[in-house]
């Protein structure tokens, strides 16, 4: 892992750029000697990424540094580090879409830090899609949203939703290693992440028809909340699982999410919203009757349409005589 302030390797001063560059290849013959998959770079710094050549000079720095990594069997992995040059989705996405021309097969990748597209107030789902065909590295830690000092804790000490995280890092074709970056200040620390993460990790090694198997934690809080009618934390939530899951099940839980949504805006007095998004959430919710991982679908449907049939029948200006007592909650079969 690279430490940008000791690698200047774009630089207007041609000394301290080729002694930037010098240090980093000393890196990568050590990775190479430790038998590292990857070197990790930040890029540019936002400061020295201003003006309109320094995308170029970014780019011309990757080429040189992915030539040195070709040589050495070392992957060049770009990090989505908050402060640098690749920190949004659609920075990440003009990157990908240069790699090719940059360096020989397997030479550039992307590491992974969800830590850091949080701080960004970067989507960390559409990042992972974004990098998903050179994703060589992921970087774990914490962040607490409402606490200025909860920055880097141990994965499960903050916010951000591991369960579905971990399901989009395996959906993206990742298979290595998955870095904790964050300090083991208590001796129980590391104990107590591989507890939380490697039930994650091993739920999504499981094979044959998702519907059959116990919801993950993500979505149990999701239907949580929408049984307390909060509808908006639960789309908030489920949003997380929809982005994560790659196969058909991402559906269901679209599903439910815009069943949600829908008494969302009813309960706003926004009638054509409500409609649009039960409409659709009993039309995706309607692919996985009569059950599916545990929950009645075929009571959420047939409980839903008759809220529908309600609101459409009131009209926009009857939303205050909607029966609130006819709201589903998602049952268990």
């Not at 040189?64 to 989505?80: I, K, P, Q, R, Y």
């Not at 065909?133 to 909860?150: C, I, M, N, Y």
């Not at 903050?158 to 001796?187: H, K, Q, T």
């Not at 198997?213 to 489920?238: K, M, S």
Request: proline share 7%; net charge negative; glycine share 10%.
């Amino acid at each position: 892992h690279a430490f940008q302030q000791l690698h200047p390797v774009v630089s207007p001063y041609r000394r301290r750029r080729e002694e930037g560059i010098a240090l980093f290849r000393r890196g990568i013959e050590a990775a190479a000697a430790l038998v590292a998959r990857a070197i990790v770079w930040h890029g540019l710094t936002r400061q020295d990424a201003q003006g309109p050549a320094a995308w170029d000079a970014f780019l011309e720095a990757t080429e040189e540094l992915a030539s040195h990594c070709a040589e050495a069997g070392v992957t060049l992995a770009v990090e989505n580090v908050s402060w640098c040059v690749l920190s949004s989705v659609r920075e990440v996405m003009a990157f990908a879409a240069r790699i090719p021309e940059l360096g020989p097969p397997g030479s550039i990748g992307f590491a992974f830090d969800p830590f850091q597209a949080a701080e960004a107030g970067a989507n960390p789902f559409m990042l992972l899609a974004a990098m998903e065909a050179a994703l060589v590295d992921v970087h774990l830690s914490d962040r607490a949203e409402r606490d200025p000092g909860g920055r880097h804790l141990p994965p499960g000490d903050g916010d951000l939703p591991w369960p579905a995280l971990i399901r989009a890092v395996a959906a993206a074709g990742y298979d290595g290693p998955m870095m904790i970056e964050s300090a083991l200040r208590e001796p129980d620390t590391l104990d107590r992440v591989r507890a939380r993460l490697e039930p994650l990790i091993a739920a999504v090694a499981r094979e044959g028809d998702p519907c059959k198997w116990p919801p993950p934690d993500g979505v149990l809080e999701g239907i949580r909340l929408f049984n307390d009618r909060q509808f908006y934390e639960a789309h908030e939530t489920l949003e997380h699982e929809w982005h994560a899951e790659r196969r058909p099940i991402r559906q269901f839980y679209q599903g439910i999410l815009q069943i949600g949504v829908g008494f969302h805006h009813a309960r706003g007095g926004n009638h054509r919203g409500a409609v649009l998004l039960l409409t659709d959430g009993i039309e995706k919710a309607s692919g996985f009757l009569p059950g599916c991982q545990g929950m009645d679908t075929a009571r959420l449907v047939r409980e839903s349409q008759a809220c529908l049939d309600q609101i459409v029948a009131l009209g926009p200006d009857g939303l205050e005589r909607f029966d609130w007592d006819l709201v589903p909650i998602v049952h268990a079969r």
